[in-house]
């Protein structure tokens, strides 16, 4: 199993860095716009935040999974975790906002001691769409994990799972020696327990990341390719496939530059730029939080330390009035929010 | 003045092409965007037909193209190589079959 960044003391591990190599680049073709240049020429800049309708929490880093793309550069040497202290803080904005969806993510956001104990307490707040992004292999990984679609089916969970490919083989190599066959005996699990079945209200969504320095094509024709070939070969439904771009930060920024695709890919996410997209990325309606309870306009900022450009920073100074109409942070990683159909937590934007 | 007939960078200008004859370019793209919709044909086996004949026709800018195309649609490596036999066995066939030809004219005029 490969180690993080952070572990392996790489340059990449540190915010700084990136954003260096982000807005200086190593282009021998020139220069790039910068995207606030770019989007300027729609009159989108500055980039407003809306009325909060996603909260995204990020309950830490750990992950028993170290895939090669990671943005949040996870993986079990990572043990920033949030503590219930944090939890609860976020407990009270839930209640008291009008955002209709939470959306838990990680790491693996079932390896915080206080998830069960969370997911508990937040099912009660009446969140119209209750997110956990779930790595699948998770469910797999330990006995004590073996319950958690039951668990999940208790508390009306949305169940949101990566799953690159319906192969092996490029399953495999993004996400680790053995995860595909883990991945498809967790999905069967909850499918068991009623979780993607067509008829079912208990929602299964897969996410797809390209297994490589390329985009995502069309989000619908991928759906129905990997519904195909998962139904024939192993009896398994889900609802939805939602396409996202890889960004260019940390682990996918280190393999582009190890492999020598970080300039064309960069070049490719400047082409595909959708003016169309911008109108309907994440960052405007949602607000992320940090295992330490900093917010971030979402979780590509987060990682990369660029905190919201608000007086408001720590999720304990929660204020409507003071975060919403805030001028959205950008780099030239947003780019890979805003190419082609667009891309979000929830898919392609268009 | 670049030393090589094919430079990557040119497959990106392909649409200049129109510039020097807008109605013939228009019809070509608005044709080409045309084929490569879902008809009875879905748009990844039309990706791996086009990507089979840009090997046949030995086009670097369609094998690049397409390549990537199929990547972008999840083909993997075994079916893009897979299509590739197919294309490799059609050309292959298709010089062998004229074999027939050769051996008519030689049934002829051997004794």
Not at chain 2, 93 to 108: C, P, T, Y
């Amino acid at each position: 199993m490969i180690k993080s960044l952070h572990k392996r003391e790489s340059a990449l591990a540190n915010s700084k860095r990136q954003l260096e190599i982000l807005s200086n680049g190593i282009f021998q073709k020139g220069v790039l716009p910068t995207f606030k240049e770019k989007i300027s020429e729609t009159n989108e800049f500055p980039l407003k935040a809306k009325k909060l309708e996603i909260l995204q929490i990020n309950v830490g880093y750990m992950c028993n999974q170290v895939c090669s793309h990671c943005h949040v550069d996870a993986g079990p040497d990572r043990k920033e975790i949030m503590t219930r202290e944090t939890m609860i803080q976020c407990l009270n904005v839930i209640k008291n906002t009008g955002a209709h969806t939470l959306d838990l993510t990680g790491g693996a956001p079932e390896m915080n001691p206080n998830f069960r104990w969370f997911v508990e307490e937040a099912s009660k707040a009446g969140i119209k769409d209750f997110i956990v992004r779930s790595n699948l292999t998770i469910i797999t990984a330990n006995k004590k994990y073996n319950d958690l679609p039951e668990f999940f089916k208790k508390h009306n969970v949305h169940v949101v799972s990566s799953m690159p490919h319906w192969t092996r083989g490029k399953t495999d190599k993004q996400r680790g020696y053995g995860v595909f066959n883990a991945s498809i005996e967790a999905l069967k699990m909850l499918n068991a327990v009623g979780y993607g079945m067509p008829e079912n209200k208990l929602r299964l969504d897969l996410v797809y990341n390209p297994s490589g320095a390329f985009l995502p094509s069309n989000q619908k024709s991928m759906e129905k390719d990997f519904k195909k070939a998962l139904l024939e070969a192993f009896n398994i439904h889900f609802h939805n496939l939602f396409a996202i771009t890889n960004l260019p930060i940390s682990r996918f920024l280190d393999y582009l530059i190890a492999s020598e695709n970080y300039e064309d890919y960069m070049y490719a996410l400047v082409e595909a730029y959708n003016p169309a997209a911008v109108a309907n990325v994440m960052c405007t309606n949602t607000l992320s939080v940090s295992w330490d309870g900093y917010l971030y306009d979402c979780d590509f900022n987060q990682m990369l330390q660029l905190p919201v450009n608000s007086k408001v920073k720590h999720i304990s100074d929660y204020n409507e009035d003071l975060l919403e109409g805030r001028n959205i942070v950008m780099s030239q990683h947003c780019y890979g929010c805003t190419a082609g159909a667009g891309s979000s937590c929830q898919g392609s934007v268009i | 003045m670049q030393k090589t007939y094919y430079d990557p960078a040119d497959l990106k200008k392909f649409g200049k092409i129109s510039e020097w004859n807008e109605e013939l370019g228009a019809k070509f793209f608005d044709y080409y965007g045309k084929v490569f919709e879902e008809g009875a044909l879905t748009e990844r086996e039309k990706s791996l037909i086009a990507l089979a004949v840009s090997h046949t026709i030995q086009c670097p800018y369609c094998i690049d193209a397409y390549t990537g195309d199929g990547l972008q649609r999840g083909i993997t490596k075994e079916e893009m190589m897979e299509a590739l036999h197919v294309a490799a066995a059609i050309r292959g066939g298709a010089s062998l079959v004229h074999g027939v030809q050769m051996m008519n004219k030689v049934n002829k005029l051997d004794m």
